[in-house]
């Protein structure tokens, strides 16, 4: 069974740059997606970035220019970077696995996700 | 504000069903399949539903997916009091070339 254990810092001040890694183990790494999606306290998901197993990027067009995904296969991990945190990016943050079956996508597979708080 | 639109709350007792719904556009819902999540709180989401119908292996029968148009649905039959908890719509948006999630809703058990 599939397990991503995240880590990064949990305090950060304005202007800072969030870092998380997320490292998957008991399966696969290569051949998969992995995304980050985060969740601000009391509200909904929203999908942050998401790198495929060549390397292609996507990313929210709302945080596109802060945000950068990148993979280390030879940690069989993957990384999410947000530049110019402010207030508005405390949320929990969590990595997931895309699990591509039968023409269908989804994600099957969540880190225990990471509380961030932005604050001075 | 989400691209894709469900009702912030929802309630039924035991036994009952119950209906989520999610609406979209074209880019997104019509054109791309629809997965259902659930959140209970403070865990991560787990999926429910996936490719408009489709129960990942262990999830029970009674959550059914269904889809028509830029509309989604996720109906849960037979009600217990542990699906009291967060419910989540998403796909790929092929104007945002982004993934979407529904704003959430939250089913009580009453």
């Known amino acids: 069974q599939v397990q991503l254990q995240q880590w990064g810092a949990g305090l950060l001040k304005p202007s800072e740059t969030l870092s998380l890694t997320c490292a998957v183990s008991?399966?696969?790494?290569?051949?998969?997606?992995w995304s980050w999606i985060r969740q601000p306290p009391g509200k909904g998901l929203e999908w942050i970035a998401e790198?495929?197993?060549?390397?292609?990027?996507d990313y929210s067009p709302s945080l596109r220019s802060r945000v950068t995904i990148s993979l280390d296969t030879s940690k069989n991990q993957f990384s999410l970077r947000l530049r110019s945190v402010t207030a508005a990016d405390t949320a929990v943050y969590y990595c997931?696995?895309?699990?591509?079956?039968?023409?269908?996508?989804?994600?099957?597979?969540w880190g225990q996700g990471t509380l961030v708080t932005v604050s001075s | 504000q989400s691209v894709l639109t469900q009702p912030p709350s929802a309630s039924g007792t035991p036994g009952q069903k119950v209906t989520i719904s999610c609406s979209g556009g074209?880019?997104?819902?019509?054109?791309?399949?629809v997965n259902w999540y659930h959140q209970l709180p403070g865990t991560a989401p787990k999926a429910l539903i996936y490719?408009?119908?489709q129960r990942p292996s262990g999830v029970p029968d009674r959550f059914s997916g269904s889809k028509s148009g830029t509309s989604a649905s996720l109906a849960i039959s037979g009600l217990q009091s542990e699906d009291e908890a967060d419910y989540y719509c998403?796909?790929?948006?092929?104007?945002?070339?982004?993934?979407?999630f529904g704003g959430g809703t939250k089913l009580t058990v009453l």
């Open positions: 997931a696995r895309l699990l591509r079956f039968l023409g269908g996508n989804w994600f099957d597979s």
């Open positions: 008991g399966g696969s790494f290569r051949g998969y997606s």
């Open positions: 790198i495929n197993p060549s390397g292609s990027t």
């Open positions: 074209t880019s997104n819902i019509g054109t791309n399949s």
């Open positions: 490719s408009d119908d």
């Open positions: 998403a796909t790929w948006d092929d104007s945002l070339n982004a993934r979407v």
